[in-house]
T-cell receptor
Framework: AQSVTQLGSHVSVSEGALVLLRCNYSSSVPPYLFWYVQYPNQGLQLLLK??????LVKGINGFEAEFKKSETSFHLTKPSAHMSDAAEYFCAVSVSEGADGLTFGKGTHLIIQP | DAGVTQSPTHLIKTRGQQVTLRCSPKSGHDTVSWYQQALGQGPQFIFQ???????QRGNFPDRFSGHQFPNYSSELNVNALLLGDSALYLCASSSRFHGEILYITSTDTQYFGPGTRLTVL
């Protein structure tokens, strides 16, 4: 069985500041890891994913995440926050890239202060 | 290229009724997964359909059932609605094929539709 823990239901940063959203996972097999973003009243949009290979993955909108097996973590970062980044962010884990159900964390609401 | 589409966008039902939600996958995708997202929570996996069969199921009761058609579109049916079924229902599509090669696991990521907001009164 897999599980995801997202630390902090709400994170607030100033515009231009570093964004760090934390995600820790539990998986009995090598995990596939994902970050999705959800804007109000919309579905989920894939930001980035880790499958195999390079542990630092780059996604859309300037986001990146690093897979750290020893820490069972997959934290999401962005060097400089923009007002348009305000949204709900979900970390998810699976045993495959798309052939299995995703297990999601509870989400982190990112607030950008002007 | 059309993405994942879902209908209807909003739906209001009363307790005990039955509901059917529909999903059309992204062009080229053959696998459809359904998720329930309660207010303020992350999505929870309901089940996944491939080749018109349910392949995986999450921890949901038999009141939740589905179907996949030959054109890969899918329906989610919920019987005997409860107040707790009020949620955003998300459909995601993916592909188990890459060109003409069948992979045991999907080679493509799950792409989500905009969801159907179900309110049970």
């Amino acid at each position: 069985a897999q599980s995801v823990t997202q630390l902090g239901s709400h994170v607030s940063v100033s515009e231009g500041a570093l964004v760090l959203l934390r995600c820790n996972y539990s998986s009995s097999v090598p995990p596939y890891l994902f970050w999705y973003v959800q804007y109000p009243n919309q579905g989920l949009q894939l930001l980035l994913k880790y499958t195999t290979g390079a542990t630092l993955v780059k996604g859309i909108n300037g986001f990146e995440a690093e897979f750290k097996k020893s820490e069972t973590s997959f934290h999401l970062t962005k060097p400089s926050a923009h007002m348009s980044d305000a949204a709900e962010y979900f970390c998810a884990v699976s045993v495959s890239e798309g052939a299995d159900g995703l297990t999601f964390g509870k989400g982190t609401h990112l607030i950008i202060q002007p | 290229d059309a993405g994942v589409t879902q209908s209807p966008t909003h739906l209001i039902k009363t307790r005990g009724q039955q509901v059917t939600l529909r999903c059309s996958p992204k062009s080229g995708h053959d696998t459809v997964s359904w998720y329930q997202q309660a207010l303020g929570q992350g999505p929870q996996f309901i089940f996944q359909y491939y080749e018109e069969e349910e392949r995986q199921r999450g921890n949901f009761p038999d009141r939740f059932s589905g179907h996949q058609f030959p054109n890969y579109s899918s329906e989610l049916n919920v019987n005997a609605l409860l107040l707790g079924d009020s949620a955003l229902y998300l459909c995601a599509s993916s592909s188990r094929f890459h060109g003409e090669i069948l992979y045991i696991t999907s080679t493509d990521t799950q792409y989500f539709g905009p969801g159907t907001r179900l309110t049970v009164l």
